[in-house]
């Protein structure tokens, strides 16, 4: 999905927004995200999953075409883990796929439970 196909959707589902808003709401999210990782932070989306940076050692490298050995400097790449329940939901859509069947999502607590 690309991020106008994004704001599409969330355009189509709530549709007493206008688009330029959604527009400015996506922007916003990403934009904040990018400034926490370029600050260090780690972001954590409960549910989903969780941005963080890591730190890439100096290493030598190959140059593809001719073979001559390149030093690559140190670099910061952002990290991306997902969340439980997005792991766990995309397992079910897999095994759902495939034809196993799946277990039912098992049932809250009732109050004598908790």
Not at 1 to 19: D, G, V
Not at 23 to 48: N, P, Q, Y
Not at 88 to 96: F, V
Request: zero cysteines.
């Amino acid at each position: 999905m690309t991020k106008s196909e994004l704001i599409a959707r969330l355009a189509a589902r709530n549709p007493h927004l206008y688009q330029r808003d959604v527009e400015r709401i996506v922007a916003t999210v990403f934009d904040e995200i990018s400034k926490a990782l370029a600050h260090g932070d780690r972001v954590e989306l409960r549910g989903f999953g969780a941005f963080s940076v890591k730190k890439r050692d100096p290493r030598t490298g190959r140059n593809p075409r001719t073979g001559e050995q390149v030093a690559v400097a140190s670099k910061r790449v952002p990290y991306f883990k997902t969340g439980k329940d997005l792991r766990d939901r995309l397992n079910k859509e897999a095994a759902r796929a495939a034809g196993f069947a799946v277990a039912a999502d098992p049932a809250p607590p009732t109050d004598n439970e908790k």
